[in-house]
Each structure stands twice: as C-alpha cells, then as structure tokens.
C-alpha cells in the first residue's frame, strides 16, 4: 500500500509558510473590464500596481461569496457567545423596493461579516492570462491525432504556462497547510487541494483539484492503458478523502479532466454535482469515470480519438489552426450566407407599434421568400393585412 497522509485543510490560519504578497491590492488602478458575469455574480479587472510597475499586468477578480446555510439560522442561542452572524438579526437593514399583493422586493444590507467578497489576483498576469480571463469570440476545434501531433503539441510545448506553482505544491515548498488529502506513491499518488475557485468556507460550493505526481502526464492525450492504477486510486481515495472530511456523498461528486487544460500537468477537478461550476460543459468536461471505462476498452484511445475543444480569439493557437483550417475564414462565409438571404434589412420591431403590426413582422421573418411570393399571388385581389 502506498504510504498516505491526510491533513486539515486550514485555509485561513496564518503559517509562517504563507507569504506576504508583493502587492498591495488597495493600490491596484483599473485600466479595462475583462468581465462581468452578472450569473456568476464575479467581475474580472485588467489593471496595474503603479507603485510597483506601470507596465506588470494585473488581473483581479472579485466574486460574491456563495451562501452557508449557517449564515440564515434564526433559531435563538442561549447566551451571546453562541451568537453567530446571521442576515435575519437587528444588524440587518431594509430597504422596501415595493410591495405587491403578496410579492415584495427589498434591498438588504446584513451583518459586515456576511458581505465578504473573495478576491483573485494574478500578478504579474501574461498575455495568455488575460485572454484566458477577457470576453471574446469562440471557435470549436475538432482535434485529430494528427492535428495534435503537427498543431496542439508543439504550441504547448513552447508556450504553456510556467509549472512551478504546481512543483511548489507537489515539493510542499507552497500550500502545504492547504492539502486536504496526499498519496505519495510517485506512479499512482497525487495530491487533494481547494482549487482558487473555492472559498474554502462554503461546502455547497466545494471545488478541489487533484494534481497527480506523475509529471510526464500533460493531458488527456497522453493517457493509455498503464495509467489505469493511478486513475482508479485518483478516484477512489479523493472520494474516500471528502466522505471523510466534508461529509459529500461520493454519488454527488463530480470528478472530470478539461480539455484543453489551463495548465498541462494532468490533474482532475472535482465539485458537487449541484454546482454549476465553470467549464464543466460538454466540449469542455471528459468525466473521470468515462475516461476509465475508455481505456479499459481501448488502451490507446486517446492517442486515437478526436477530442473537440474550445479556442477563444486572440489565442495563438486559434491562429495556427485557422491558418491550416480557415476557422475564422468558415464563421465569415456562414455570416455571407446570411447577407445574401436578406439584401434588405430586417424590419425592426417597436415599442409604439401595435401587435397587429408586430404579427405581420413575425410572419415575413418566419416564412420563406418563395412562399410568401406564392401566398402574395394567390391573394392579390385582397388587401394585405399589413401592407
């Protein structure tokens, strides 16, 4: 049996290990908003530390922490020591918006300690960091093992992110107070840690990562029949690992690989199923359960699949692929298709229009020209309804 260690993962206690940040964030200066996701309820700035660098990027993002169920107790405590923050207390202060029968909307402000926002930063933040994190055009990729070996391989190759903070971690050079769960078997162990996505506070919106040991695994696409042990152990001990300190039934967890990865050293995310994490959409998300069962089928499949992904504009590789298959070239023809189907401008609807007006619009965007030339024919001793 590999040997094993697990240990508490204390996010926020102070360790002499933790160190103090370069930066101070009060004196960050916004230059663009990269995002702002009002479902996620997180925004994403792209500006500087003038005192330290007018030229460093900064990317900081700022995001609502998700609710505990904790925070919304109203049962009464027996003494004031047992008092937690609560949004239903005498701190909280009430707004009325309006009030409708037996709907109401009210703006409130709670507890200080309830209004905590976790924030992100990534300093000195790359071009790729700030592509990674910016709104823009997106292309889905069919990847071939042969577009892998001449494309994908040599750009991540040559111009994937830097490693070390994974090797930190792996080495406990950083992070060690964080590791929830560690298997120290160099083939088949890994380690168990919050992802920057998590609080840490919040069980309903668990996200932890398992980066393995392994460090000739970058993705997907390096995975074969000999990885099986690593795989199983990967996902049998991470869900032994939460039972045993958060309490999650193992059947509500999610356990997948992104593909394309942000970083490529091979590791598995892992969050409830009730939480609509970021990228677990299907051209994104490879359940580990499904790359299981793949592998026991077919030993080399992914040096055999197509795996489709996911580019964003303005990413290098987006253009090595649209040099070789004119990706961006085959978005524009379907935009011409679309110009030439309508030489006249479609009729804008409206407020102050009447919904008999509306109707006919609906009805000459919906009908195809030919019938409606055919329909104007048989009908033309009668006045349009909407002429």
Not at 62 to 73: C, G, H, I, L
Not at 156 to 182: A, G, M, P
Request: proline share 6%.
């Amino acid at each position: 049996m590999p040997e094993q260690t697990e240990t508490s993962p204390k996010l926020n206690v102070s360790s002499s290990e933790i160190k103090s940040p370069t930066y101070d964030l009060k004196k960050f200066r916004l230059k663009r908003i990269l995002n702002n996701n009002s479902k996620a309820k997180s925004i994403t700035l792209l500006g500087t530390f003038p005192d330290l660098s007018e030229s460093d990027a900064a990317i900081v993002v700022f995001e609502k922490n998700a609710y505990r169920e904790s925070d919304v107790a109203t049962e009464e405590k027996d003494s004031e020591s047992d008092l937690k923050p609560s949004y239903f207390s005498s701190e909280l202060k009430v707004r009325t918006d309006f009030v409708n029968n037996i709907y109401a909307s009210f703006q409130c402000v709670p507890n200080p300690e309830l209004c905590a926002v976790k924030s992100t930063v990534i300093y000195p933040a790359t071009d790729k960091h700030i592509e990674k994190y910016s709104i823009c055009q997106k292309y889905l990729i069919n990847e071939t093992p042969d577009l892998y070996e001449t494309i994908t391989l040599p750009y991540i190759t040559s111009s994937q992110f830097s490693l070390d903070w994974v090797y930190n971690i792996l080495e406990h050079k950083q992070e060690k107070e964080r590791i929830v769960f560690e298997d120290n078997d160099p083939e088949t162990g890994f380690i168990l840690v919050p992802d920057l996505k998590w609080d840490g506070r919040n069980v309903e919106n668990l996200y932890l990562l398992g980066i393995v040991r392994n460090r000739d695994i970058k993705s997907l696409r390096d995975l074969n029949g000999s990885h099986l042990p690593l795989l199983r152990n990967l996902r049998q001990s991470a869900k032994q690992a939460i039972v045993e300190r958060y309490g999650l039934n193992p059947n509500q967890l999610r356990m997948y690989f992104h593909y394309q990865p942000s970083f490529y050293h091979l590791h598995v995310h892992i969050n409830p199923i009730r939480n609509d994490a970021p990228g677990i959409w299907c051209e994104k998300s490879h359940m580990l359960d499904t790359v299981i069962n793949n592998l026991e089928l077919v030993s080399d499949y992914y040096q055999r699949a197509t795996l489709p992904f996911v580019l964003y504009e303005g990413n290098k590789l987006l253009d090595s692929y649209d040099k070789q298959l004119a990706v961006r070239k085959a978005a524009a023809k379907e935009e011409e298709k679309v110009d030439e189907q309508h030489d006249e401008p479609a009729e804008a609807f409206s407020d102050e229009e009447p919904e008999e007006a509306r109707q006919c619009k609906r009805i000459k965007l919906s009908t195809p020209e030919k019938q409606l030339e055919k329909d104007n024919t048989e009908t033309e001793l009668v006045a349009p309804p909407c002429a």
